[in-house]
């Protein structure tokens, strides 16, 4: 658990933080969502202390963190930037093994952490591991970025724009692979975006900052439905409030018995959301879509006017 | 290493051989002098006295400079950075002559005054190329590194100087040949160099001698930029 207790930081005349009061729950893949300047990055940075507060404090599973050496508190913390920062003149593995080289693991320890690791980030060992990051594309090297920062099994992951520099179908895929990680591995994940496509895909709590404050925090789906503040409904909408309220939902809660499913009716996975099943039968100009097991066998049915219950 | 880069240093130790054999060819070319070939002191001695003031000064330079170079770059250390290229710059404004003449009285003849000017001169270049290059480390790197952990000697240690090592080498390798120039006209002063046999020409109107001198120390600046040259480049392309 991350707590933030009126947390003021300046820097020099510009106030980036006026008193920020959050908790991040144990478990939750938590998103900072806001504009430039909003102080969301500077939050996230007070909690590896980057940057320390002018007043106020953060809580670490109920401890300050400032009282512990700031390398020591780091190094139980994973930490992925905007910019990937891999280390140039180090290899894809040395790279992988730096916080634990730092805890001073054994070399045999570290090498097998690191191809477990790569695999888990579905990236080939034996074809990564002795790369020089100057030869991998944005894809692999933010995933390489995201390795190194769980190589020594973090309590908690910090995450600053961390796929802010990729492009779109890259980006997605990286989206997914967090929400994957997060749900294999538990562990509690701070991100900081701008995006709100990111922030309503990936977060399980979503806290939308601006001017140094927060605005609101709750499940994404409470923000969308009840925005606390016209900063906040302006944010979230966009244009696209009833598509992103759709995209929250899975296709699974809002379906009915499929019966004996019309073999004219476009499939899509159970899992899928309820925007896909749209977007399904837009594509397919039905005004029903089959949801499908991974048997193939038909799980439901959710129809065009289904939709408006979500 | 590459055959070409020790051309130079193989030219220059044929001609530290060649020249005291070369007494008829410089009578030949210079007709007008009695002594054509400077005979006080061998050669050798005085190139290995040169090379032995341009370490002794280099080493220190290299120490002063580098040192700064860091120090310069610490956060919170802008102002050291003016600091030391005001006061660098300024000792390297000051001709070499001067420096010598003004440290004779302080420290008296032979070679600490050239010593003196020696450091003066290779500092700079050291400075500069450390301070450069630490600041050209990426800030999202640094940042990595202090997110991963590291203690401010381990993300100097461990990242800063591996990635700023390749032109830091190359300010060594100008202050290098910087020094090896610079050190002949510690002669003024009374070291013994290179520059002696050009300065003991110049005062008993002896050319072939200021000849022999200037050959040998051109001779020797352009060895070690090439040994140096050679040597950076593998430090730079090597994967750890």
């Not at chain 1, 909003?38 to 996230?44: D, H, P, R």
């Not at chain 1, 990936?202 to 709750?218: C, H, I, K, S, Y």
């Not at chain 2, 001695?45 to 860091?70: F, M, R």
């Not at chain 2, 046999?197 to 120390?217: D, E, M, R, S």
Request: net charge positive.
């Amino acid at each position: 658990m991350i707590r933030f207790e009126r947390v003021r930081k300046s820097f020099g005349a510009a106030r980036a933080l006026d008193g920020l009061d959050l908790v991040v729950p144990e478990g939750a893949f938590a998103v900072l969502l806001g504009g430039s300047g909003a102080g969301k990055s500077t939050a996230l940075r007070m909690v590896n202390r980057l940057i320390e507060p002018d007043a106020g404090r953060v809580l670490l599973r109920g401890r300050d963190v400032a009282a512990e050496p700031a390398p020591a508190l780091r190094r139980r913390i994973g930490y992925v930037i905007q910019g990937i920062g891999l280390f140039p003149h180090w290899s894809v593995a040395r790279n992988i093994g730096a916080v634990p080289r730092l805890l001073g693991w054994e070399e045999r320890r570290i090498t097998a952490r690191v191809e477990e690791l790569l695999t888990l980030l579905r990236l080939d060992p034996a074809a990564y591991r002795d790369r020089m990051p100057a030869e991998l594309s944005g894809g692999q090297a933010q995933r390489i970025g995201v390795a190194r920062a769980l190589a020594a099994d973090p309590d908690i992951l910090l995450m600053d724009e961390p796929f802010g520099a990729l492009d779109a179908v890259t980006r997605q895929a990286l989206q997914q692979e967090m929400a994957r990680l997060h749900a294999a591995t538990g562990k509690t994940i701070l991100l900081v975006t701008h995006d709100v496509e990111e922030a309503l895909s990936l977060a399980t709590r979503l806290a939308v900052m601006a001017d140094g404050r927060l605005l609101q925090e709750g499940a994404p789906r409470e923000l969308l439905d009840a925005p606390a503040d016209p900063r906040v409904r302006g944010l979230l909408d966009g244009g696209a409030l009833g598509m992103r309220r759709l995209a929250l939902v899975a296709a699974a809660s809002i379906a009915r018995a499929s019966g004996e499913a019309p073999a004219s009716l476009p499939r899509i996975a159970a899992a899928a959301t309820g925007r896909d099943a749209l977007e399904a039968m837009l594509v397919a100009r039905a005004e029903a879509v089959v949801l499908v097991d991974e048997g193939g066998a038909p799980a439901g049915l959710v129809a065009l006017r289904d939709l408006l219950r979500a | 290493m590459r055959p070409a880069a020790l051309l130079p240093a193989v030219l220059f130790a044929a001609a530290l051989l060649a020249l005291p054999l070369g007494g008829a060819t410089f009578g030949a070319l210079f007709p007008e002098v009695a002594e054509p070939l400077y005979r006080r002191e061998p050669f050798t001695t005085l190139a290995l006295s040169h090379a032995g003031l341009v370490l002794a000064s280099l080493l220190p330079a290299a120490a002063i400079g580098i040192g700064l170079g860091i120090a310069a770059t610490r956060p919170g250390a802008r102002e050291v950075r003016a600091v030391a290229d005001a006061l660098v710059g300024f000792a390297q404004a000051v001709p070499p002559v001067a420096v010598i003449a003004i440290a004779v009285p302080a420290v008296g003849f032979g070679a600490a005054p050239a010593l003196l000017a020696l450091v003066c001169y290779a500092t700079l270049p050291v400075l500069r190329a450390t301070a450069g290059a630490l600041a050209t480390v990426p800030p999202e790197v640094l940042d990595a590194a202090r997110g991963a952990g590291m203690t401010p000697r381990q993300v100097l240690f461990r990242v800063e100087l591996p990635l700023a090592a390749p032109p830091i080498l190359a300010g060594l390798r100008v202050a290098a040949v910087l020094a090896v120039a610079t050190a002949a006209v510690g002669a003024v002063a009374g070291a013994t160099c290179l520059g002696t046999p050009i300065i003991a020409g110049l005062v008993n109107g002896n050319p072939a001698w200021v000849v022999q001198g200037a050959l040998l120390t051109g001779l020797m600046a352009f060895a070690v930029d090439g040994l140096l040259g050679a040597l950076a480049r593998p430090v730079s392309a090597s994967p750890p």
